[in-house]
Structures are given as structure tokens and as C-alpha cells.
């Protein structure tokens, strides 16, 4: 990847969610006008590969003590960054994910996890209790109660945030925090795998990212297939077909039914050789 290509990668995501949230924040709150810094202030910096802070100390929405280590399990994590009592576009993307965790054939906790993790001090276990109920009745089939909605200190989510490279800050003028729109893939180990941004993520591509976060350990053949024949795109946070890899795939595939014919065929011709030999307990002329 070409200089130029790898700032577009970090600034036209960027640009384009810290459009989205100042749109929506503008819609409740057409009084307040947008800081003229915003798109320095609010954004996502992609950093793939980096590993997230896995033992900060965060309380779940039962105001148990819990860390994403622990949480993690051994399985991928789709993380939500947000907070809880977000009046704009929390919410909408909270429902983008249950939209494409209920489509994409994964079950929160056991395939992988879904953690959500607010960004307010303010927020705490009650309130984050309420979310949760609220999201599970609008939906159902989205296994939201398999989800983890977390709460904590500043420096505990301000850490994960600068992992992650999820810039957000708070305004002061109408008390909310203004932010980019978008989640995250965790390796079970805690590097960032994926993001995937918007407030609406493909099912195909949410269950793709999770098995390549895996490393293969989840999915079907077909998963294992596409991702062979697909290549991830940084710019849009999606999965694109590339051309070689799919010759890749499909000389792989070939030579792999090539060789079990190959097999069947020499075991035919063990029997066919063993059915005419005489004193093996075959015919004889």
C-alpha cells in the first residue's frame, strides 16, 4: 500500500463518521453548532494490529468486577464503543449490530463475544442495565442477553480508546460526547483485527471479520473459502473479492479433488488387483 492509500485508509473513514455523528447531533440539537475542529477531535485512526490494554478493570451491568481477558474466553470480541446514555447515535448503532449479529449465524458467547464499552464516567452498572434490557426487548433474536455492556474509570475506557484509535470528546455546551460511529475486531488475544464502520454492518462481512479474528477456529468451509478469495479493504472496512486469490482458491480446490479421485481410483485398482490374484481367497480360472 502506496503512501497516499494508506492516508486515505486513515482520513476518509474518519472524515466520513465524524460526518455522521455531527449529522445526527445536529438533528436533536439544532442550536448547537458543530466545533469547527471536529474532524480532528472525533474520528477513528485504524490501527491494525495493535494490541488493546486486555486487563483493564471495568463492572459488567450486575456491577460484577470483569476485564476483557477475562471476557474474551479464548473467542474473538466485537467491540462497541459508545456510552450508555447517548441520546443520538448510540442507539443506532447498537441496533446496526444486533441487526447483523441476529443474520449472521454466530451466537454471542459461543463463537464470540459482544462487548460494549461507555466512554461516560457517568455511566454505571445501572444504567448500563437498563440499555441492555431496553436492547434486548427491541431485539429479540439478537442474543443481546449474551451480550457485555461495561462501565468503569476515565483512565480504564480512555486507554482501551486510545488502542483502538477512537477519538470522541466532551462537549460541554450540550453535555454529550460527540464521536465517531463503528466497532471493532478483537483477535481472543486482543489485537485489533478488523473495524467495521457506519451505522449498519453487513452480516456476510461482521461473520467473515469474526473468522478471520479467530483464525480460522470458527466458520464453515465456505467462510474459510471466501476468506481465502476475498482480501479486506481498510478504506471501507469490508471484505472485496480479489481476482488472484480466487484462481488461488480454485486451483487449491482443484488439486485437493484431484488428489482424493487420485486415492479412489488406487483404491479400486487394490481391489480389482486383489479380486483377480490367485490364493487370496478371490476366483481363480
Known amino acids: 500500500m502506496n503512501r497516499f492509500a494508506a492516508s486515505a485508509c486513515r482520513l476518509i ?13 445536529a438533528s436533536a440539537q439544532t442550536h448547537v453548532r458543530a466545533p469547527p475542529d471536529l474532524l480532528q477531535r472525533v474520528g477513528f485512526d485504524q490501527d ?18 470483569v476485564s476483557l481477558r477475562g471476557l474474551a474466553n479464548g473467542k474473538p ?4 464503543p459508545g456510552y450508555f446514555h447517548c441520546a443520538n447515535l448510540c442507539g443506532i448503532v447498537r441496533a446496526g449490530v444486533a441487526n ?6 454466530f451466537v454471542p458467547g459461543d463463537q464470540f463475544n459482544v462487548v460494549l464499552v ?20 427491541a431485539h429479540p433474536g439478537a442474543h443481546v442477553r449474551q451480550w457485555h455492556y461495561l462501565t468503569g474509570p476515565e483512565a480504564a ?29 478483537l483477535t481472543p488475544e486482543g489485537k485489533v483485527s478488523q473495524y467495521l464502520f457506519g451505522v449498519k454492518f453487513p452480516a456476510r462481512t461482521l461473520r467473515l471479520g469474526l473468522v478471520h479474528a479467530s483464525n480460522n477456529r470458527i466458520g464453515n468451509l465456505v467462510d474459510h473459502f471466501l476468506l481465502l478469495c476475498c482480501q479486506y479493504d481498510a478504506s471501507t472496512g469490508r471484505y472485496t473479492l480479489v481476482i488472484h486469490r480466487v484462481m488461488q482458491g480454485l486451483g487449491i480446490t482443484t488439486a485437493l479433488l484431484l488428489g482424493v479421485f487420485l486415492v479412489a481410483l488406487r483404491r479400486m485398482e487394490r481391489r480389482r488387483g486383489g479380486w483377480d490374484v490367485p490364493g487370496n481367497g478371490g476366483p481363480r480360472t
Do not use: W
Open 13 to 25: 473513514p474518519a472524515m466520513l463518521l465524524a460526518c455522521v455523528a455531527g449529522t445526527c447531533l
Open 48 to 65: 491494525l494490529g495493535a494490541q488493546v490494554p486486555m486487563d483493564g478493570k471495568f463492572r459488567d451491568a450486575h456491577g460484577e468486577p
Open 77 to 80: 470480541i466485537l467491540l462497541v
Open 100 to 105: 447483523a449479529v441476529r443474520a449472521s449465524g
Open 118 to 137: 461507555s466512554i461516560d464516567p457517568r455511566d454505571t452498572p445501572k444504567s448500563a442495565l437498563v440499555t441492555k434490557r431496553n436492547d434486548a426487548f
Open 157 to 185: 475506557s480512555a486507554a482501551l480508546m486510545r488502542s483502538i484509535g477512537f477519538r470522541y470528546f466532551h462537549d460541554s455546551r450540550n453535555g454529550q460526547f460527540d464521536h465517531a460511529a463503528g466497532v471493532v475486531l
